[in-house]
């Protein structure tokens, strides 16, 4: 069965950082884009970042970018999302996701991990 | 950036109908279209790829159609686990872009 299982959220203030991990489980890690998805409190859903395969590409939205960093690390299987520089409007659910590359929609997700930015 | 748009934000649907659900794209992305379906407290789910392609599990009740900038999901005769938050999102271009939702509500 695949898994995607998500850690790292919790309360910073703003400026602050955060690491988000997310472990995989049931299928060939190596073999599959990976992404970052994020959902405000009562909002929809916001992509944020995605990496191929490999680790070679990596894809951020404008609203992240300089801030946030993708990796991955495929002897672990293990996907994860440097945040810096954290606002207050990166307060969120972040959900990581399997993607079937070379197509980028997410075919699997985690439950998710919350972020909150405050003072 | 593609602006996807969905429409209407809330649809009422009494159990048993039917409900047509719309994404509109601000410019083509051919068929690479999906659909997810988000239940309160829960994660998304993938309902349909390529625009019209079921993913593994997904009842024959969900169908997806279209192509280019206009889109459909289609839920025949729907149950009481239907009812939820749908989303749209396009994967032809960079950034990947979501449509804002439309909620299935009980009438």
């Known amino acids: 069965e695949v898994q995607l299982l998500e850690s790292g959220g919790g309360l910073v203030q703003p400026g602050g950082s955060l690491r988000l991990s997310c472990a995989a489980s049931?299928?060939?890690?190596?073999?599959?884009?990976m992404g970052w998805v994020r959902q405000a409190p009562g909002k929809g859903l916001e992509w944020v970042s995605a990496?191929?395969?490999?680790?070679?590409?990596?894809y951020y939205a404008d609203s992240v970018m300089g801030r946030f960093t993708i990796s991955r690390d495929n002897s672990r299987n293990m996907l994860f999302l440097q945040m810096n520089s954290l606002r207050a409007e990166d307060t969120a659910v972040h959900y990581c996701?399997?993607?079937?590359?070379?197509?980028?929609?997410?075919?699997?997700w985690g439950k998710g991990t919350t972020v909150t930015v405050s003072s | 950036e593609r602006v996807m748009t969905q429409s209407p934000a809330t649809l009422s649907v009494s159990p048993g109908e039917r409900a047509t659900l719309s994404c509109r794209a601000s410019?083509?992305?051919?068929?690479?279209l999906a659909w997810y379906q988000q239940k309160p407290g829960q994660a998304p789910r993938l309902l349909i790829y390529?625009?019209?392609t079921r993913a593994t599990g997904i009842p024959a009740r969900f169908s997806g159609s279209g192509s280019g900038t206009e889109f459909t999901l289609t839920i025949t005769s729907l149950q009481s686990e239907d009812f939820a938050v749908y989303y749209c999102?396009?994967?032809?271009?960079?950034?990947?872009?979501f449509g804002g939702g439309t909620k299935v509500e009980i009438k």
């Open positions: 410019q083509s992305v051919n068929s690479d």
């Open positions: 390529f625009a019209s």
């Open positions: 049931g299928f060939t890690f190596t073999n599959y884009a």
């Open positions: 996701a399997k993607i079937p590359h070379p197509s980028y929609y997410m075919d699997v």
């Open positions: 999102q396009q994967y032809n271009n960079w950034p990947l872009t």
């Open positions: 990496i191929s395969g490999s680790g070679g590409n990596t």
